[in-house]
């Protein structure tokens, strides 16, 4: 490696090569009652139609009326019982009852995590489809744990399931 490799500036536009994706499918979080869910890895210059035509038209996704955007820090916190379970219930019932899309940083580590703890609660204690609420995390690529398996390997037909268990942490 020459010298002048190593002292180059990083530049998207110029190191990165753009192809369909090849990370897409289905998702079933086995600890949140055998829920499917979907996925998709998107560049960062996709059009916000184009994900919207995805959503709506393709996964079928109610069009929202509201979108809820929880973001903050990644650094956990601690919160009282009493303001964690009003932030919980808040969120699930504005989300219900305004047919709300949540959308939050997809990761399991600050606010997102009282997010994301929110949903999993009312998704365990929920057993019809009548209220359900729709909760969208967008992580960058480099923050999906075990993200390997996420990917194809080869071109499949057909649907592809990928199983994973969410984990509780402490």
Wanted: cysteine-free.
């Amino acid at each position: 490696m020459t010298g002048s490799l190593i002292n180059e500036t990083w530049d998207r536009h110029r190191h990165v090569h753009e192809v369909p994706t090849d990370a897409y499918g289905d998702i079933w979080f086995g600890g949140l009652g055998q829920k499917i869910g979907k996925y998709v890895r998107v560049s960062s210059d996709t059009s916000p139609d184009l994900l919207y035509q995805l959503l709506t038209e393709q996964w079928k996704l109610p069009p929202p009326n509201l979108l809820i955007s929880v973001t903050g820090g990644a650094k956990n916190f601690y919160m009282k019982p009493h303001l964690t379970a009003l932030f919980r219930r808040g969120l699930i019932k504005v989300a219900q009852t305004t047919g709300a899309w949540i959308i939050t940083g997809g990761t399991h580590a600050g606010v997102m995590k009282h997010v994301g703890q929110a949903v999993r609660e009312y998704v365990l204690s929920s057993g019809s489809m009548e209220g359900q609420i729709v909760a969208i995390g967008v992580a960058t690529w480099g923050a999906i744990h075990n993200r390997r398996p996420l990917v194809h390997l080869e071109v499949r037909t057909g649907e592809r399931v990928i199983l994973f268990k969410t984990r509780m942490w402490p």
